[in-house]
């Protein structure tokens, strides 16, 4: 089975609350895989907490 495409603008929608375990599951799957997988990802300064509060030291 192939992935589907990733898709530009993709918004996640909540499952609704009667769901259950099961198809949550499989709709956090689904939501998890049309996101692109060829992005770099972030360096250890850029989630650092250092980073995110910067503009505080100011």
Not at 10 to 27: D, L, N, R, S, V
Not at 34 to 43: G, M, Q
Not at 46 to 53: D, I, K, L, Q, T
């Amino acid at each position: 089975m192939q992935k589907p495409p990733p898709t530009e603008n993709h918004t996640p929608q909540k499952p609704p609350a009667h769901t259950t375990t099961t198809e949550w599951i499989a709709a956090f799957q689904t939501w998890a895989t049309n996101h692109r997988h060829d992005t770099p990802p972030l360096s250890n300064y850029a989630v650092s907490r250092e980073s995110m509060y910067e503009d505080e030291r100011l």
